[in-house]
């Protein structure tokens, strides 16, 4: 399974994973709804499960994926900050979006 991230959205998920409450933890990426032929994601705080795998990203940190759901396999994480601050989780694969 894939994740992909930009460098800043690494650097905001790497300064949460610094505070207490996320003690190790890891984020989770999961599938919010599905629409049709697309989903929408977000991200929490989890500890991984047999359930799960954990995916290793090029920004040297990692995500909890659910092994079996095909919608998150090539997830791509994107956090902008112009024009507004937002975070962007699509799935380029599957079609779908979140804006967060």
């Known amino acids: 399974m894939k994740v992909k991230i930009n460098r800043i959205a690494a650097k905001a998920l790497k300064k949460m994973l610094e505070q207490e409450e996320a003690k190790d933890k890891l984020f989770r990426i999961y599938v919010t709804s599905i629409h049709g032929d697309h989903a929408h994601y977000d991200l929490r705080l989890d500890t991984p ?18 092994k079996d759901n095909e919608y998150l396999d090539g997830v791509w994480i994107q956090y902008f900050q112009v024009p507004k601050e937002e975070w962007l989780i699509t799935n380029p694969a599957k079609g779908g979006h979140h804006h967060h």
Do not use: M, Y
Request: hydrophobic share 40%.
């Open 49 to 66: 499960t047999d359930k799960d795998a954990v995916v290793e990203t090029d920004k040297d940190i990692s995500f909890i994926l659910e």
